[in-house]
């Protein structure tokens, strides 16, 4: 699975890779080179709408994978973001990582998160998740049902280019 560094100016797409299961991890710095840096150590696909940065000699000499994003629309980052790499819905893996912190969620008990959940979602829900740097937990609720939908409204890089 390819690891991605997601330049703060294109910030939304972390969000949206971590939804569908892939390491996003968001730069927040103003460091160019601290951004390549990090690429670099840590075999991550730059992913970024500055130019500049896609002149580096790194870049251009094909050390370190980039890709320059286009649009300023999250829709058509991810388009563009799948046709770039060539990847479908077939390799998300949904609901596996922290949409905060980047982390893998592992599974956790009912009553392990009895107290860290509102009672409703305690007496309706049977499957949680949490991760375990931050803690935040995860359940099939609204918000999980709201984001299966935009993972789901996502055309297969397949179905692109077909005919």
Known sequence: MPKFIVDHNVG??????????????LFTGA???????????????????????????VIVGGSMKAILIESDRIEAQVQQLLSA??????????????LECNKRLEESTKEAIKDRVPPYVYLTQE???????CRRIYWQGTHW???NRKIDGIPNFENQHQG
């Open 31 to 57: 460091d160019d080179a601290a951004l390549i840096a990090a690429a670099l150590a840590e075999d991550r696909i730059l992913l970024t709408r500055d130019r500049r940065i896609m002149k580096r000699r």
């Open 127 to 133: 499957h949680f998740a949490e991760c375990p740097a």
């Open 85 to 98: 790499l060539r990847l479908d819905k077939s390799r998300f893996r949904p609901f596996t990582i922290c």
């Open 12 to 25: 939304k797409m972390a969000k949206w890779l971590r939804m569908a299961g892939f390491d996003a991890s």
């Open 145 to 147: 049902h709201a984001m």
